[in-house]
């Protein structure tokens, strides 16, 4: 089974705060996907990576970055936190095939910004 | 660009009803289709998959869906829902490896 772990389950922040959020995933997955949930919005992609030290932007990457220095771990971060930021954050994994595959999720970040 | 509509927002079915949940998308080629569910406080669960083939297809906990290309839908349906089918349920189109839409998610409320 694939397992893709968070961090934190919660978080609280205080604005202009750095925030780390970690995700670790054992499958081997080449690619690795940060998004954000918000009630009505559904998922929106954030950063996504498809190899070491490989990055792209997705939809909404503005306020944050992201590292991968190895290949199952994919770090987001919020380099000075705001409150409109206050949101779920998932991360997933995938196989780098041809077409979509599935992805794996972990089960959310639910971060709090003050 | 590619887009995903769920058009209900919540659903409310009793205990043993059947259920449809609709989703619909707008897309050039022939898409990747997927069903995600997500139970409260957790992350998203594969319920099922199209790729090609069969336009009925059949995943877990006794759901399937139905492709049909003319009405650009991937409707997910269930003969009779447990109360423990309650949850958010995403549908998801994609292209590439890096080019997944989601729907905004429908909400199952199941009554006793």
């Known amino acids: 089974d694939v397992k893709v772990t968070q961090s934190s389950r919660y978080l609280v922040k205080r604005t202009g705060e750095k925030v780390f959020l970690e995700c670790v995933q054992d499958m081997d997955h080449e690619n690795m996907f940060w998004y954000r949930q918000d009630p009505g919005l559904g998922l929106r992609l954030i950063y996504f990576?498809?190899?070491?030290?490989?990055?792209e932007k997705g939809d909404i990457p503005e306020g944050y970055s992201v590292s991968r220095e190895k290949k199952e771990r994919f770090s987001l971060i919020l380099e000075s936190a705001s409150t409109n930021q206050t949101s779920m954050y998932l991360c997933a994994s995938s196989r780098r095939t041809g077409g979509a595959d599935t992805q794996y999720f972990g089960p959310g970040t639910r971060l709090t910004v003050l | 660009a590619q887009s995903v509509t769920q058009p209900d927002i919540h659903i409310t079915v009793s205990e043993g009803a059947s259920l449809e949940l609709r989703c619909n998308y707008s897309y050039g080629a022939t898409p990747y289709l997927f069903w995600y569910v997500q139970s409260p406080g957790q992350g998203l669960q594969l319920l099922l998959k199209y790729f090609s083939g069969d336009t009925l297809v059949q995943g877990i906990k006794g759901f399937e869906a139905e492709f049909k290309r003319s009405q650009s839908s991937f409707n997910l349906r269930k003969p009779s829902v447990h109360w423990s089918d309650a949850a958010e349920y995403f549908c998801?189109?994609?292209?590439?490896?890096?080019?997944?839409?989601f729907g905004a998610g429908t909400r199952l409320t199941v009554k006793p």
């Open positions: 998801a189109v994609g292209e590439g490896n890096n080019d997944m839409r």
């Open positions: 990576s498809y190899d070491v030290k490989m990055k």
